[in-house]
Nanobody, 126 residues
Framework: QVQLAESGGGSVQAGDSLRLSCAASGRTVSSYTMGWFRQAPGKEREFVAGIIWNGGRTDYSDAVKGRFTISRDNYKNLVSLQMNSLKPEDTAVYYC???????????????????WGQGTQVTVSS
């Protein structure tokens, strides 16, 4: 089993930055796609960003492209999401995800990811 633990959420003003981190434990995750989803109140979970096993490919939703950057450190079993120029519409619970299947793709459907963290709240006020 793999456990994913997010950290770094908080309350900020529009235009500020936050860095989310996700620490994986239980198994090494260096061979697998990881990413971030988010869920705002009353909305479905949506894909935010993903990164393949070696960091050689990343993908972002149109809503965050150019503002967010995903990265990973396989030695530390860590994935991070740098969020800049935050907007009120970025307010959501952010989830770290892991796809337990070797692949060079980054799915955007939630059901493609077998492991989820508990989530961390990000609140952006105007």
């Amino acid at each position: 089993q793999v456990q994913l633990a997010e950290s770094g959420g908080g309350s900020v003003q529009a235009g500020d930055s936050l860095r989310l981190s996700c620490a994986a434990s239980g198994r090494t995750v260096s061979s697998y796609t990881m990413g971030w989803f988010r869920q705002a109140p009353g909305k479905e979970r949506e894909f935010v960003a993903g990164i393949i096993w070696n960091g050689g490919r990343t993908d972002y939703s149109d809503a965050v492209k150019g503002r967010f950057t995903i990265s990973r450190d396989n030695y530390k079993n860590l994935v991070s999401l740098q969020m800049n120029s935050l907007k009120p519409e970025d307010t959501a619970v952010y989830y770290c995800v892991l796809r337990w299947k070797f692949s060079m793709t980054i799915p955007i459907q939630p059901n493609e990811y077998e492991y989820w963290g508990q989530g961390t709240q990000v609140t952006v006020s105007s």
